[in-house]
Each structure stands twice: as C-alpha cells, then as structure tokens.
C-alpha cells in the first residue's frame, strides 16, 4: 500500500510523481498508476483509471473503467471496460459491461446497460437505458447527439439502427427509428418503427385499437 497526501493506493504503485494529486483512491494492480496532479478520483479493479493523470472526481469500478482517461473529469464508470475509451470526455455515467465503451471526447451522456451507448465516440447529450440501447449510434458530423433509448436492444434491432441520427426518443424494447440517420423521431411502444423524420408514431402494426382518452 501507498500512502501520500491523503491519496491511498492498494496493489498499485504509480510510476508518476503524485506529488501534486490529492484524495484519490486507488485499489487493484495498475490503478490509478499515472495520476500526477488529478483530484478526489476512486479507481477499483485492475487497470482501474490506468492513464488518468489530471481528470478529477471520477469514479471507476470494473476491470479497465476509464482506462485510457487522461483529462476526463465528473465521469462515473461502472462495469468491465465501461467508458473504456474516453480519454477527456467530461460528465458521462456509463453502467454496465461495455457501456460507452468508446466513447473518446463526448461529454453528457448515460448508457446503463450491457454495451449501451458501445459505439459512440464523441457525440454528446445521449440517454440509452436497456441492454444494447442505442449500440450502435455514433454521430459524428457535429456533436449534438440528444437521442434518448429506453428498452432493450432499442435502436438497435437490426434494422434501421440509429448511426449518424439525432434528436430522436425511443421508448420500448426493440424500438427503431426508420433510418440509420433519422433525426427528430418520437417511437412509442414494443417493436415500433418511425415512419419518418419529424413525425411521431405510436404502437406497432398489432395493435387494433388506439384511444386517446377514456370513453
């Protein structure tokens, strides 16, 4: 164990001069080995926040979460490889195996769920909720993300998976938009397909009755 101004280190000894690095928590081999003057970070699991040397208030459990962090700060990383990529990506939580796995400068997004948010790598503003949520999508001509996924596997059905879209709003499993680059498309409802961008589309083809209030 090592022990400098009050940062604690169990089964890793950084190689940096952790001089000006304060109330960090490091604990498995290869944890938080390059920390030089990050802040108030806590790194669990080997290769835990491996490279992070000046991200502050990060927290990485799981075998390699936020391994490759560099800058990145306010990040939350739960889960084998999650936010395995991101080297200064600012305010993301990813949950889960994989969750926003690549993610490399986006900021603002949630992925809870085994590879959620996988692909992404610099788009921002994203929610995917659900198992496989959004896997795929990985905007990358501007970084205004703002989709949102609830579901599993929603936006990512394998048909018409979102890559390049935005602004859309699934909410169901198994939802999908009606292209890779729909934009500003509200699906509601199990196995939903929008019809287009800008409209919004409501149950799937077995639903025999919709009302919108009770009679």
Same mark, same amino acid.
């Given at each position: 164990?090592?022990?400098?101004?009050?940062?604690?280190?169990?089964?890793? %000894? $950084?190689?940096?001069?952790?001089?000006?690095? %304060?109330?960090?928590?490091? =604990?498995?081999?290869? @944890? =938080?080995?390059?920390?030089?003057?990050?802040?108030?970070?806590?790194?669990?699991?080997?290769?835990?926040?491996? &490279?992070?040397? %000046? /991200?502050?208030y990060?927290?990485?459990?799981?075998?390699?979460?936020?391994?490759?962090?560099?800058?990145?700060?306010?990040?939350?990383?739960? /889960?084998?490889?999650?936010?395995?990529?991101?080297?200064?990506?600012?305010?993301?939580?990813?949950?889960?195996?994989?969750?926003?796995? &690549?993610?490399? @400068?986006g900021?603002?997004?949630?992925?809870?769920?085994?590879?959620a =948010?996988?692909?992404?790598?610099?788009?921002?503003?994203?929610?995917?909720?659900?198992?496989?949520?959004?896997?795929?999508?990985?905007r990358t001509?501007?970084?205004?993300?703002?989709? +949102?996924?609830?579901?599993?596997? @929603?936006?990512?059905?394998?048909?018409?998976?979102?890559?390049?879209?935005?602004?859309?709003?699934?909410?169901? &499993? =198994?939802?999908?938009?009606?292209?890779?680059?729909?934009?500003?498309?509200?699906?509601?409802?199990?196995?939903?397909?929008?019809?287009?961008?800008?409209? +919004?589309?409501?149950?799937?083809?077995?639903?025999?009755?919709?009302? $919108?209030? %009770?009679?």
């Open positions: 164990a090592l022990k400098e101004n009050n940062s604690i280190w169990i089964g890793s %000894d $950084p190689s940096s001069t952790t001089n000006n690095a %304060d109330e960090n928590i490091g =604990l498995g081999i290869g @944890s =938080l080995e390059s920390i030089t003057s990050g802040d108030r970070n806590t790194a669990i699991g080997k290769d835990a926040m491996n &490279s992070n040397t %000046d /991200g502050n990060n927290t990485s459990s799981g075998y390699q979460s936020l391994y490759v962090n560099t800058t990145g700060s306010f990040n939350v990383a739960v /889960g084998n490889s999650s936010l395995g990529l991101n080297i200064d990506g600012d305010s993301n939580t990813g949950l889960g195996h994989r969750a926003l796995n &690549s993610n490399t @400068s900021d603002l997004n949630v992925a809870i769920g085994r590879k =948010l996988y692909s992404t790598t610099t788009s921002r503003y994203n929610l995917a909720i659900g198992t496989y949520a959004l896997e795929d999508a990985n001509a501007d970084t205004d993300g703002y989709n +949102v996924a609830l579901g599993y596997k @929603s936006g990512n059905t394998g048909t018409n998976d979102i890559i390049t879209g935005n602004k859309n709003t699934l909410l169901g &499993s =198994l939802t999908a938009a009606s292209a890779a680059a729909g934009t500003n498309q509200i699906v509601i409802g199990y196995g939903t397909t929008g019809k287009g961008n800008n409209t +919004v589309t409501i149950g799937n083809g077995d639903i025999t009755t919709w009302t $919108p209030t %009770d009679d």
